[in-house]
C-alpha cells in the first residue's frame, strides 16, 4: 500500500485552509457594487394575507426595492418543484399544492417568507423589513402529525383532509395472513420526533446579474449545484442553463438540509435582475430554525409476527409521516421509496407490508436529514425487534441470530437484492468487544448504587450509493442519479479532478485525491480535486445518499481507466511496441516481459508533443470524462451496542460505553471513517437524548427556536471511547448512516 494511496491514514488535504482561517464561505464573498436582502417572514402559522403595505419601508435609508409574491406572480414565475412524484395505492397521482417561492395569498407555516427587501446594507434591509405592514387574516393551524388528516382546517385547498398521499409497499394479505396465524404477535407505537438540522454555516446565497452576457451567477451554500441549476432553470424561473452559473464554494455542513431547491436563492435570482446589483442573503440562526427543511417526524405503529421459535413470519407497518406547509424537494420519497425498501434489516421475514400516509401541516417542509428515511426504517426494526425479544423470553442476541439472513444474493420482500454480507460475524463481534456476557454484573452493581443501567442493539443494514436510474426512474423519480468525474492531465503529469459530487465536510479532496494517486501510481499531492461549480465540471447530481464514493468515486476511476487506456496507446509508440504488450503499474507503462518502461509523466507531455506519437490514430492530449450510474446500491450493515446508566431520581443519563462494529467494504482512508462514525453517533445520540423539534398545537408557533430551546448534544453528552472496526472487506466502497438514535432507545434498564 502506498503511504498515501487507497487504505493509508492520511490527514485530510483541506483541513490547513479550514484551520487557518482561509475558508471561503458563500458569505465570505462580496462582489462589486453588493447589495443584501432580508425576508418578511411570517409570524403566524396559517393566515391569510390581505394586504402588504411596503410604502414606509421603501422610504428608508437604503432601500433598493421591495418584492412581494404578487409581484413575483406577476411575471409568470413558477412554484418550488417536487423531484418525486408518489402515486397513491390506487395508481392516483399525489397532490402537489403550489409553492411559491414569496407567499401570495397565505402563509402556511411560521417563517413562510412573505416579502424580500433590497437594501444597500444588511442593517438596512433587516431595518426595512421590519417596517413592511402585512394584514394577516390568522386562521386554524394544523400541527400534530397523527391527527392533521382528521383536522377541521385544510393547510391547502387542493388537499382538504390534509393528506398528500397514502402509499403501499409490500405484500399487505400475506402479512395479514401471517398475523392471523401466528404463534404470537408483537406491537409498538413509536414516535420518530422531528429534528432541525443545524449545521455549523447556515444556508446563505449571493446571486448576480450580469447585463452585458444577459447571464446569471449564483454562490450558495448547496450540497449539489447542478441539480440547483437544473431545477431553477428548467421548473422555476425559465433561464436557459447556460446562462446560469451555480457555484457551491466550501461548505459548512449540510445533513441533507442543503440538498434543496429553497425558495430564498430563488428570490435573489430573481430580483437581482430587477435590482441591477448582485444580492446576499445569509439565514441568521433563527432562520435557519425556522425556515430550513426539517428532518424525521413520522408515527408509526409497528407488528411482528413470529412461530413458536421465534422466527419472524411478517411484519406490518403503518406510518404517517408529516411533510410539513409544502412538499420539498425530496419530501415525497424520503417515507416512501427510502423508508419502506428497508424495512427488511438484516432479517428473513419472508413478508413486509408498509402503508404511509403523508401528512400537510403549517410547519416548516419536511425533507431529508441525515440518512433521508433509512434510519427511520432502522429505528422501527430495531425497536420491534427488541420488542419481539421480550415478548418471546429470548435474548436480543439471540433472536437477531435466529432470524438474520445468511445466504447471498438475498432479495428481500421489499423490492432490494442484497449483494452480500455477514451480519452474524458483525454481531459477534460486537458482543464480545462490548462484553454483553458481563453486562448482569455491571447491572447488579449499578443497582447496589441505586442507578439503573441498560444496554440497546442495533443491527443496521443501509441502502448507499444512491443511484441506479433506471430503479429509481421506475419508482416515480424525476431525474437520473448518475454521476460524472472528468481527469484532466496536465503536459508536467499533474492531475486535475473534476467531480460532480460535493464535500460540504465530508474530506472528498482527501479521499478522491488517494484513489485517483492510488490508480496512477503519482503523489497524492500530484492530484487536485475541483468540485462545486457549474462552470467548470462536467456536470454532476450531488452529495446524498452516501454516494459519492461508491457512485461519485467510481465515475472518477472510470475517466482514470480511459487516462491509462490511451496512455498505453502513447507508451507503445514511445516504446515501439504493441499496445496489447504494454503493461501498467505503479505509475510506469512498461513492454511486458521486459526492462522497458516508460513513467507516466512523460507519457503526459508526450500526449501534448504530438509529433510523439501517430496523429492519424490519436488526438493530443490526455483528457477523460465519464458518467457512472450503478445497477444496484450497496449495502453496508453492522452492529451497535449501547449501555446506558441512569439517575431515577434526576433521570440523568450517562453513556458508558458504545460499541460499533460496522462493515463498510473496502476504506479508502480509515481516519475519516472513523470521524464520520464519530459525528454520526453524535447525531444519533443526540436525537435519542435531546434534540426534539416542537411546535406549539394550537398556534403552530415553534417553541424551540433556539439554542436556549433546542438541545444540541456537547462534548460531554458523549462516550470517550467509540469503537468501531471493519470486518469482511468487500469490492465496494461504503459509508454508514447512523443507528445510534435507535440503539439508544432500544436498551431496558
Known sequence: ????????????????????????????????????????????????????????????????????????????????????????????????????????DKARYVGDQV??????????????AEAVEVDYGVLPAVVNTATASKAKASVHDAAADNVCYVWGHGDGAAVDKAIASAHKV???????????????????????????????????ANQNPHVERLLMCAFVLGIPEHKMRVVAPDVGGGFGSKIFLYAEETVLVWASKRVGRPIKWTADRMESFLSDAHGRDHVTRVQMAMDANGKFTGMKVITTANVGAYLSTFASCVPTILYATLLAGQYTTPAVYCEVTAVFTNTAPVDAYRGAGRPEATYVV???????????????????????????????????????????ACLEKAIKLADYAGFPARQAEAKARGKLRGIGFSSYIEACGLAPSNVAGALGARAGLFEAGEVRVHPT???????????????????????????????????????????????????????SLAVGGT?????????????????????????????????????????KNVPFANVALSAYVPHNYPLDKLEPGLNENAFYDPTNFTYPAGTHICEVEIDPDTGKTEIVKFTAVDDFGNIINPMIVEGQVHGGLAQ????????????????????????????????????????????SPRVSVRRCWKVAFTTMRAGSC
Request: aromatic share 6%; charged share 20%.
Open 555 to 595: 465515475a472518477i476511476v472510470k475517466a482514470v481507466d480511459k487516462v491509462i487506456a490511451k496512455g498505453k496507446k502513447i507508451a507503445a509508440h514511445l516504446l515501439e511496441a504493441a499496445d496489447t504488450d504494454i503493461e501498467f503499474k505503479d505509475g510506469v507503462f512498461k513492454v511486458a516481459g521486459t526492462d
Open 493 to 547: 503529469g499533474k492531475v486535475t479532478v473534476f467531480t460532480g459530487s460535493h464535500s460540504h465536510g465530508q474530506g472528498h479532496e482527501t479521499t478522491f485525491a488517494q484513489v485517483v494517486a492510488d490508480k496512477l501510481g503519482i503523489p497524492m499531492d500530484d492530484v487536485d480535486i475541483q468540485h462545486g461549480d457549474t462552470g467548470k465540471v462536467l456536470f454532476g447530481m450531488g452529495t446524498y445518499g452516501s454516494r
Open 382 to 424: 430495531e425497536r420491534i425487534v427488541e420488542t419481539a425479544a421480550r415478548d418471546m423470553g429470548l435474548d436480543p442476541a439471540e433472536i437477531r441470530r435466529r432470524n438474520f439472513i445468511t445466504t447471498f444474493p438475498y432479495a428481500t420482500p421489499v423490492g432490494l437484492t442484497y449483494d452480500i454480507g455477514d451480519y452474524h
Open 684 to 727: 444519533g445520540i443526540g436525537q435519542a437524548l435531546l434534540e426534539g423539534c416542537v411546535y406549539d398545537n394550537e398556534s403552530g408557533q415553534l417553541l424551540t427556536a433556539t439554542y436556549m430551546d433546542y438541545a444540541m448534544p456537547r462534548a460531554d453528552d458523549l462516550p470517550n471511547l467509540v469503537r468501531c472496526t471493519a470486518v
Open 186 to 220: 408483537s406491537t409498538l407505537d413509536i414516535v420518530n420526533n422531528r429534528l432541525i438540522p443545524n449545521a455549523i454555516e447556515p444556508r446563505a446565497a449571493n446571486a448576480a446579474y450580469d447585463k452585458s452576457s444577459d447571464s446569471y451567477t449564483l454562490y450558495v
Open 1 to 104: 500500500m502506498k503511504a498515501d494511496g487507497i487504505g493509508a491514514r492520511v490527514t485530510r488535504k483541506e483541513d490547513h485552509r479550514f484551520l487557518t482561517g482561509n475558508g471561503q464561505y458563500t458569505d465570505d464573498i462580496t462582489l462589486p457594487h453588493q447589495s443584501y436582502a432580508a425576508f418578511v417572514r411570517s409570524p403566524h402559522a396559517h393566515a391569510t394575507i390581505n394586504s402588504i403595505d411596503s410604502k414606509a419601508a421603501a422610504a428608508m435609508p437604503g432601500v433598493l426595492a421591495i418584492f412581494t409574491g404578487k409581484d413575483i406572480a406577476a411575471t409568470g414565475i413558477g412554484g418550488l418543484p417536487c423531484g418525486w412524484l408518489i402515486n397513491n395505492k390506487d395508481g392516483s397521482p399525489m397532490k402537489e399544492p403550489p409553492h411559491h417561492i414569496l407567499a401570495v
Open 115 to 128: 416579502a424580500i427587501v433590497v437594501a444597500e446594507t444588511l442593517e438596512q434591509a433587516r431595518a426595512a
